[in-house]
C-alpha cells in the first residue's frame, strides 16, 4: 500500500509492531505456568540481550525487504500462533519467529531477496539453525504463504487503528490513511481467517 512507502509510518509501524510482540510475550510469560507450552526450535536457552524492538529496528535496517513484507510477516506470526497453540509467542521465541517470519514473507512478496545466511548473520543465529527455522516455520503455517488483498487490508486495518489508538500525536497524513479499526490483542495474535464468511477475521483470546 502507499502509506506503507511514507518513512514516517514505517517507523511507526515497526515500533508498534514491536510494542504488540513485547506485550504479546510478557502476557504468555505471565501465563506459561498455568497453560502448557511446548518447547521448539525457536525456543532460547534463555531470554536474548537484545530487546524486540532493537532487534526488529535491525531486520528492517539490514534486510530491505518491501514494506509490505512487515504486513505479511504479522499475518504469519499471527497464523502461526493460531496453529500452533501449545506454542504461544514468548520472550524465547519471539526473535527466532521474528527473523523467521521476515525472510519468509520477503521470499514469498519480493522478486529480489537475500539468502539465509544473509538472514542469520541479521538474525545473530548461524545459517544452519536460519535453514532448521525457516522449515518448522513453514510446516507450522501448513505452508499457507499467500496472503489476499482482502486479508492483508483487514490487518493493515487492525494495526493502523491500534497504532491510532496507542500513539495519538501520528501525524495528519497517518491519521488520513485507509486503514481502520481491529479489537484489542490480549494473549497471542491471533485472527481467524474465514474468507468465505466475508472475510471477517476476529482476534482470538
Same mark, same amino acid.
Given at each position: ?82 496453529? #500452533? %497453540?501449545? /506454542?504461544?509467542?514468548?520472550? @524465547?521465541?519471539?526473535?527466532?519467529? *521474528?527473523?523467521? +517470519? ?64 496507542? #500513539? %495519538?500525536? /501520528?501525524?495528519?497524513?497517518? @491519521?488520513?490513511?485507509?486503514?481502520? *479499526?481491529?479489537? +484489542? ?21
Amino acid at each position: 500500500m502507499a502509506e506503507l512507502e511514507n518513512p514516517k509510518v514505517m517507523t511507526n509501524l515497526i515500533t508498534f509492531l514491536s510494542s504488540l510482540l513485547q506485550r504479546v510475550s510478557e502476557s504468555n510469560d505471565n501465563n506459561c505456568q498455568f497453560q502448557p507450552q511446548k518447547i521448539s526450535v525457536f525456543h532460547g536457552l534463555t531470554r536474548p540481550t537484545i530487546s524486540i524492538q532493537s532487534y526488529l529496528e535491525r531486520i528492517f535496517k539490514y534486510a530491505n525487504c518491501s514494506p509490505s513484507c512487515y504486513i505479511v510477516a504479522y499475518v504469519y506470526l499471527d497464523r502461526f500462533a493460531q496453529s #500452533q %497453540p501449545s /506454542l504461544p509467542i514468548n520472550s @524465547l521465541n519471539v526473535h527466532r519467529l *521474528l527473523i523467521t +517470519s521476515v525472510m519468509v514473507a520477503a521470499k514469498f512478496m519480493d522478486d529480489m531477496y537475500y539468502n539465509n545466511a544473509y538472514y542469520a548473520k541479521v538474525g545473530g543465529i548461524s545459517t544452519t539453525e536460519m535453514n532448521f527455522l525457516e522449515v518448522d516455520f513453514l510446516f507450522g503455517l501448513g505452508f499457507q504463504l499467500n496472503v489476499t488483498p482482502t486479508t492483508f487490508q483487514t490487518y493493515c486495518c487492525y494495526l493502523q487503528r491500534e497504532m491510532i489508538l496507542m #500513539q %495519538p500525536p /501520528l501525524s495528519n497524513t497517518t @491519521l488520513d490513511s485507509s486503514l481502520s *479499526l481491529g479489537k +484489542s490483542l490480549k494473549l497471542h495474535l491471533c485472527f481467524n481467517e474465514e474468507e468465505s464468511k466475508h472475510q471477517k477475521q476476529q482476534l482470538a483470546v
